[in-house]
């Protein structure tokens, strides 16, 4: 099974010629009567009138459906999220009914008897539709099955792309890829080899264990120093750092070290301790790959590793500020200028919360998706809809970063008096080390009640402690936690939110309205100062506050005993 067909890995599960969408709707038009008519003709006439799309020199194809409807939101197209869900299943179907033919892949193509006997030695029914893809894939390509290797998935990626619509090619890729590891673990006899992604490229990092024993040791002694605070040391830390934060460190050795065998400043043999990077030039060539440009798109990337060396080199190695010096200034040159303020991307972001619409849009949601939940038969479905309410109204009424959020306690945490439930978070659970008390809104304490009394129990997992459970009975994972929150709103409001979004959100909302409220604001967030609030949180009030002002001086003008006191 060597000799291969003259076939492009796109058009395995495609057929030729193409169409165009003017194609794809006038054979439908053709075809259909009466509301279907009626609504098949809108759908395209939108595509074409709001969204800008020729239907005559568009080809009509899966990746093109998906590329048109994957960022839109509906409120800058001025419809609904139900439309535009609407309009995005009419084409699908139009196109899957009336486009170019596509193969029903385990239809339409029989896998050659060497697949068929692989796909018919799996006992999952899962396994089997999970590779079945992959079969019908290497049969039309004349791959076998030991031959199949993960450079050749490239192919299979773009023969997906090319034929599903409603359906994700990125996770049908991911499952073929881990069904096929899984029988290759299992299933005795299985051919070929593991696979993974074509496309992912060889980390940069160098594994720890790659550098001299001294280096390791060096790493280990500083990890422990971080880990136990000793009072008497004034150069001890004053608390136990957390364990991200002790990684975070790891990781920035890691980085540097590595980066100072790549760029052949130093041999590995020779990083034998921190003392290395305390080298005028060896500082310069360790932070170099970290400065912004091409493959670093981040600033102050380097200078927060720059910073964290320092400290290593002052509090670690009891250099003074001579022997640092240099290495200080350079870090005072990498220091960005807008340090501690909230960067561009998340600005972009709270743009669309100008909008009034959107505003009660989010505010509105909790209760919205609850009666989503209501409306699923499945008591399991209904039970998780449940929860995503409750996790988006937490995150909107206490501010709480999705840390708190995803290991929330409900026993230990999760505090009542009479009709009032509080959320508690000790100092030691907090990032600015402060104890929290927040109280929770009448209709969040409703939604909490029902979820605990009617359908958390029936979550897997829900014999743990923790509010949001994962399967294994611990705490929600964060990319789990983060698709509740980021993915439904999305889908059902054209929010684009993410988890930590949230806070800088309900701090705008709050503030441009009531700018009096800073402090609460500034207190419900946890921080220190309200000048962390002003710097990290706000600064996209200048239009509101604009207005408020505008406002006062037309009522002077048009009314000068509004001045008098």
Known sequence: MTEHKPIQPKDVFASLPRMTFADVRDAAVSEVSGTRLRDLRSAFRFLEDRMGLDLTQTPATAAIVREIFENQRP????ISV????????????????????????????????VWQALLDLLERREDRWALGRIAC??????????????????GFWQALCHEVTSKSPKAIFKRTIHAWNRALREVPDWPGEGLGSPFKTNPYMLPLEAFPAGFQEAVV????????????????????????????YRYAFRRLATALVKSSTVPIDRITGFEVFFVEDHFKSALR??????????????????????????????????????????AQRLKPKDIGRMGERNRKRLEQFDDEDVVRRLLRF?????????????????????????AVSLAIFTGMRIKNLRQLNQDAQILRSGKRVFVHLSDEETKSHRALDLELPSETVGLLDQFLADHR?????????????????GPRSYSALRGALSRTLWQHAGIRISPHLFRH?????????????ALDVSRRLGHKSINTTYQSYLGTEGPAASRRINALLKDLRDDPSEGET
């Not at 535009?84 to 029989?110: A, F, M």
């Not at 791959?143 to 993960?150: C, G, M, N, V």
């Not at 670093?296 to 010096?325: F, N, P, S």
């Not at 609850?370 to 499945?378: C, E, G, K, S, V």
Request: proline share 9%.
């Open 75 to 78: 409120d800058t197209l001025g």
């Open 82 to 113: 139900k439309r535009l869900e609407n309009i995005r299943s009419i084409v699908s179907q139009t196109l899957r009914s009336h486009g170019p033919r596509r193969k029903w892949i385990t239809q339409e193509i029989e896998p050659a008897p």
């Open 137 to 154: 894939y290497c049969t039309e390509m004349k791959i076998a099955p030991d031959e199949l290797r993960s450079a050749m998935l490239g």
């Open 221 to 248: 002694a500083w990890e422990v120093r971080l880990c136990n605070p000793d009072p008497l040391d004034p150069t001890s830390p004053i608390r136990a750092y957390r364990s991200a934060t002790i990684e975070g």
């Open 289 to 330: 790959p970290f400065l912004k440009g091409e493959r670093v798109k981040t600033e102050g990337y380097a200078h927060k590793m720059a910073t964290q060396m320092i400290a290593v080199g002052r509090y670690h190695l009891g250099y003074d500020d001579a022997r640092l010096a240099p290495l200080i200034a350079i």
């Open 366 to 390: 909790p209760e919205e998706e609850l009666a989503r939940a209501h409306n699923q038969r499945n008591k399991l479905r209904r039970a998780k809809g449940v929860e995503r309410a409750l």
């Open 457 to 473: 129990p029936l979550l897997p997992g829900s014999d743990g402690p923790y509010l949001f459970p994962s399967e294994q009975g």
């Open 505 to 517: 959100a309900i701090a705008k909302i709050v503030v441009e309205r009531h700018p009096e409220r």
